[in-house]
């Protein structure tokens, strides 16, 4: 699904940059991704990938 139309970004690379450790911040996924802000609509959504990718995956916890 595309999350910025202006770069045409979608959330599959935003989450390959994310995962990769490539990018901390909405201005390092775009770097990353070798575009920058444009219009500004899709901040929300990067971030909101980010925070995503940054919680523990819940089906393993407790794994041991």
């Given at each position: 699904m595309?999350?910025?139309?202006?770069?045409?970004?979608?959330?599959r690379q935003v989450?390959?940059?994310?995962?990769?450790?490539?990018a901390t911040t909405t201005?390092?996924?775009y770097a990353a991704c070798g575009?920058?802000?444009q219009c500004?609509?899709?901040?929300?959504?990067?971030l909101n990938l980010l925070r995503t990718a940054a919680l523990p995956d819940?089906?393993?916890q407790g794994a041991d």
């Open positions: 595309y999350v910025c139309l202006c770069n045409a970004l979608t959330d989450k390959q940059v994310v995962a990769s450790a490539a201005a390092s996924i575009c920058r802000a500004g609509q899709c901040a929300k959504a990067l819940p089906e393993l």
